[in-house]
């Protein structure tokens, strides 16, 4: 049986790495990455949004890399191999190119599906011009977060800019994952603001719940007070309609 293809736009750095500061977006980037690898059913490409504060002031990444191959073959000493089917490279947010890499990537294989993880990853996802679903995993609810930093600063600049992201990616996306159940609701109710429960879409299952892990758990079900599926299956189901 030939193996889907998936592109995954992340964030990092991931746990995987070594002499690196982990962050949340990186260990929800590792989360849903384990259990697509570890099913053995798909070709991976993933492209990780990275922040390079998070390494070292003598790392590679901190240098104006050119081109993906460089920023790839910079990351060789620290991602391990994790086996074939698999390719991991990483993109520094400040290079200001992250959309034309991640389109080149993109025109250039039939991919079955794209997986955007966390807000920011998702937001890019969006703006790519494709014809294969795109399923979003929403890693907390950016408005409610973006509220409470507004009333601790009191200052609503931020708001607009981050609405206007949340609705790019409830526009675009086909599927979406959120860490909790009040989370789920919340993007049902942001995706009933902008007309997409209707007619067309009554009895879709827009979203699932997965919690977050802890960096010794291995998560590998959507959620079992939803149903007992494993994030694999319901990629396969979301590619096969």
Known sequence: ??????????????????????????????????????????????????????????????KQHTSPAEIQNSFLDILPDLGPGLSITNINKDLGNTKKTLQRKLDSKNYNAII???????????????????????????????????????????????????????????????????????LIGELASIGRLNSKTNNYEFAHVIENATDIQTFDTLQTKEADTSISENIQKIIES
């Open 1 to 62: 049986m030939n193996k889907k293809k998936l592109l995954i736009i992340g964030s990092g750095p991931m746990l995987i790495e070594k002499g690196i500061v982990g962050t949340a977006l990186g260990l929800r980037s590792w989360h849903i990455l384990k259990p697509l690898m570890d099913s053995g059913d798909f070709e991976i490409d993933m492209f990780n949004i990275i922040f390079p504060e998070k390494y070292p002031e003598d790392h590679p990444i901190h």
């Open 116 to 186: 955007s993880i966390n807000t920011h990853p998702s937001f890019i996802a969006s703006k790519l011009k494709r014809t294969c679903p795109l399923w979003s995993d929403l890693n907390g609810w950016v408005m409610g977060e973006a509220q409470a930093q507004a009333g601790a600063w009191n200052d609503d600049s931020m708001l607009p800019k981050l609405w206007q992201m949340e609705q790019a990616i409830i526009q675009s996306a086909d599927h979406f994952s959120t860490v909790s159940l009040p989370q789920k609701y919340a």
